[in-house]
């Protein structure tokens, strides 16, 4: 998986805040993750680091905690949910 810099992983995440979303919605969804594995978003084992807009988040590594990656909700016509998409990962 290729990681970017800080810098640019900042600018792709854009502004960020304390989550507030209630996560159970995603129970279950697969999501791709800067370690270069799949995972399963399960709200007790998935850390999210932050929120920011336009639905995108900042999940923490579940198998190491040195990766998050920013994690956009994928929306057809602004209205269907299609799942979790990776944008970029970052080490920390
Ligand atoms: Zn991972």
């Known amino acids: 998986m290729e990681l970017v810099g800080e810098e640019e992983f900042n600018a792709i995440a854009g502004k960020m805040m304390s989550p507030r979303r209630n996560m159970d919605t995603f129970n279950g969804d697969d999501f791709l993750c800067a370690c270069g ?24 590594c579940p198998s190491n905690e040195n990766l998050i990656s920013v994690i956009q909700t994928k929306m057809k016509w602004g209205i269907f949910y299609q799942g979790l998409e990776y944008l970029a990962g970052t080490e920390v």
């Open 37 to 60: 594995s799949h995972h399963k978003f399960q709200k007790d084992y998935i850390y999210v680091v932050s929120e920011g807009f336009n639905g995108k988040f900042v999940f923490m």
